[in-house]
């Protein structure tokens, strides 16, 4: 990708100005990646208008266009291993052989803002209102998720049993998920967060509630899950880390926006229910 930033440099027709901006770019990469436009064009002490300029003529819809690229170029200048290596003990053994130019944290936010702007361009909002409108509408939701992205089905759960009845999360305790998921049936819904190396459990459990007729969603890393088969919408949220495990903020930010859409598309129907919750844990200091 760096190389595709340089020919479209050298293709561009630049003035003076914006091939300074131009050159302090390439040049300073890892900065431009957090810099807003304000900042670059006092940097260089050039206008404002100059930056803009730039990234119009480069071909981008604007600064923010023109930085989302920028970021995809560093996130792979920035990765510390081969993000396909799944198994935890070879991506250290993989991690323990690369150099690291990059500090800690540029490396992570690289990774982390790379995985975000690919859930949000992979996510359309027909989607989301899609998935909203299957938890809305049926009668008991149930949550399944199991490991590092249990973090992600939790904070679901807790959302959505403040804003929609009869939600309901798995947990392993005295029952397996087939226990916990015979009695659901058609009209009910199940959400589903899966990540490679994919659960066989949860596949299973998968094909067991769509048998039974109930909708799901699939919250997952790849559209090749092999559960997606089952969904009625797949969501996918990057998981990518440069370490040896994987990265769940861009599944939380995926989970976070289907429960903005359903708090809009109910019109926080919720309210007093927040309001009788907050009398009690108030009293404790539970917030």
């Known amino acids: 990708m760096e190389n595709e930033l340089q020919k479209l440099i050298i293709s561009a027709q630049l003035t003076p100005k914006e091939k300074e901006v131009a050159d302090?770019?390439?040049?300073?990469?890892?900065?431009?990646?957090?810099?807003?436009?304000?900042?670059?064009?006092?940097?260089?002490?050039?206008?404002?208008?100059?930056?803009?300029?730039?990234?119009?003529?480069?071909?981008?819809?604007?600064?923010?266009?023109?930085?989302?690229?920028?970021?995809?170029?560093?996130?792979?200048?920035?990765?510390?291993?081969?993000?396909?290596?799944?198994?935890?003990?070879?991506r250290i053994e993989a991690i323990k052989k690369k150099e690291h130019k990059a500090t800690v944290q540029d490396t992570v936010c690289a990774y982390t803002l790379s995985n975000i702007q690919s859930t949000i361009a992979s996510n359309t909002e027909e989607q989301y209102r899609k998935a909203s409108s299957i938890l809305i509408n049926s009668d008991v939701k149930y949550i399944f998720s199991s490991r590092g992205s249990t973090c992600v089905g939790e904070f679901l759960n807790t959302i959505l049993r403040q804003t929609l009845p009869h939600v309901y999360n798995y947990g392993s305790h005295g029952q397996n998920m087939f226990d916990f998921a015979s009695d659901l049936k058609k009209g009910d819904a199940a959400v589903f967060i899966t990540y490679s190396r994919y659960s066989k459990l949860m596949y299973l459990t998968a094909e067991m509630v769509h048998k039974q007729g109930a909708s799901i969603i699939l919250l997952t890393d790849k559209p090749t899950c092999e559960a997606a088969k089952f969904a009625d919408v797949v969501l996918t949220a990057r998981a990518d880390s440069s370490e040896f495990y994987n990265s769940y903020v861009a599944g939380m930010f995926a989970a976070e926006m289907l429960c903005a859409y359903i708090c809009r598309e109910t019109n926080y129907s919720n309210q007093e229910l927040l309001e009788r919750i907050d009398e009690y844990t108030s009293q404790i200091g539970n917030f």
């Open 24 to 90: 302090y770019v390439l040049e300073n990469l890892q900065k431009c990646c957090f810099m807003t436009s304000t900042e670059l064009a006092g940097v260089l002490k050039v206008s404002y208008s100059s930056v803009i300029r730039l990234t119009k003529t480069l071909g981008f819809t604007g600064y923010p266009d023109f930085q989302s690229f920028l970021r995809e170029i560093y996130a792979e200048q920035s990765r510390d291993v081969d993000t396909g290596i799944l198994i935890p003990a070879e």
